[in-house]
């Protein structure tokens, strides 16, 4: 079978991402716009009877003083992955690319490799011999995904190195961590929750922290939240530009794709969180709180009304998105892998993301110039 790869509508990309099930919020149309530094281009897999049978968002980045390009598929593209003939799906989207100028492309399959339970996490973590969460036993496999992997290397493609998500050093996580909640009621869910959780969600709600959805306008105040937790945590913070431009191209492709939540206590917004849906997978995207009343719980109050609300919306998967592979006591990040470890869900590694030099000279250009950064 050859595949024509060519551009699509939006139209017709939201309309194969809309008959999908389970698809990343990083592969939806308006994600594009999210993101104004890159040239967003839907492409469009078409088998023989022109049927539409794969899709991908793809993110051009311009080289400084150049008209080549960097080529991004954030967790994408949309197509089969376990395909045994995989070079006829990607072969012809290179061509593609490289027509547009691309130098280099970068791909994040989502394809999922392992799993840990949340005992098998805390197992891993008070072990003093594992110091990677990939070292430690999973609690299952995937049987495929190695092969995927293999087929990808010999078509050339290279496993990136972990990067950010800013710039040419784009970059999402490899482990993630999810609580299923297909075929589980909510009373499942919360008895999946571990005793600290449970203790904390009930206490916030005897001390009266309210939970209520925001709109746009609430936005300075979750900024107000996110910067000074950025300063504590210490990442760089985005500017409330981007936050208003999410709430705006989500929203106005589905009216329902982004959410908004306050923690309110006492007069005072104590913690904030975004909630993002596609389909029947919902993720927790980005939470902020002060350092300001912690013990009556804001941060489990602002998490299980999520959970709440997305069990009650159908998804199958509350995904909080990234944690840190890195075990030891010393990564700052531990105690993010400890609180989301709470919830009883699971860790998930996926395959990672691949490069492919389409112009080998300025792929090593550009990594020699990511290396300094």
Same mark, same amino acid.
């Given at each position: ?201 009930? %206490?916030?709600?005897?001390? *009266?922290?309210? #939970?209520?959805?925001? @709109?746009?306008? $609430?936005? /300075?105040?979750?900024?107000? !939240? ?113 609180? %989301?470890?709470?919830?009883? *869900?699971?860790? #998930?590694?996926?395959? @990672?993301?691949? $490069?492919? /030099?389409?112009?080998?000279? !300025? ?11």
């Amino acid at each position: 079978m050859t595949f024509r790869v060519q551009p699509i509508t939006r139209a017709q990309h939201l309309a194969f991402v809309s008959a999908r099930p389970s698809v990343s919020h990083l592969q939806i149309p308006s994600w594009g716009d999210v993101k104004p530094d890159w040239r967003a281009e839907s492409l469009g897999w078409f088998d023989e009877d022109g049927r539409l049978v794969g899709a991908g968002l793809v993110l051009l980045r311009p080289l400084p003083r150049l008209r080549r390009y960097l080529a991004y598929l954030p967790e994408g593209p949309l197509i089969d992955w376990f395909a045994p003939d995989l070079e006829r799906w990607l072969r012809p989207m290179l061509a593609q690319l490289k027509s547009w100028g691309a130098f280099s492309v970068k791909m994040g399959p989502p394809v999922v490799v392992r799993r840990w339970s949340a005992d098998a996490v805390k197992a891993a973590i008070a072990d003093p011999g594992v110091r990677r969460l990939g070292e430690a036993e999973a609690t299952s496999y995937e049987p495929l995904a190695e092969g995927v992997a293999d087929r990808l290397r010999r078509m050339g493609w290279r496993r990136a190195a972990a990067g950010g998500e800013e710039g040419f050093a784009a970059g999402q996580p490899r482990y993630v961590f999810q609580v299923p909640f297909a075929g589980r009621s909510l009373e499942d869910v919360h008895g999946g929750l571990n005793q600290q959780w449970r203790r904390n969600v009930k %206490k916030a709600e005897k001390a *009266g922290v309210k #939970v209520v959805p925001g @709109g746009p306008e $609430d936005l /300075p105040v979750f900024y107000g !939240l996110y910067t000074e937790t950025a300063e504590r945590d210490r990442f760089t913070p985005r500017p409330l530009s981007y936050f208003r431009r999410m709430w705006t191209a989500l929203n106005s492709e589905h009216p329902d794709r982004m959410r908004l939540y306050l923690a309110h206590h006492d007069g005072e917004v104590l913690a904030a969180a975004t909630m993002l849906t596609v389909g029947d997978h919902v993720w927790y995207s980005y939470g902020a709180s002060t350092a300001r009343r912690r013990e009556v719980q804001p941060n489990n109050a602002v998490q299980w009304r999520m959970m709440s609300d997305a069990h009650r919306l159908g998804a199958s998967v509350y995904d909080l998105r990234g944690i840190t592979d890195t075990l030891e006591e010393s990564d700052h990040l531990l105690g993010l892998l400890r609180f %989301k470890v709470g919830t009883g *869900g699971q860790a #998930v590694e996926y395959l @990672g993301e691949w $490069d492919f /030099p389409l112009n080998r000279l !300025l792929h090593r250009t550009l990594e020699f110039y990511l290396a300094r950064r």
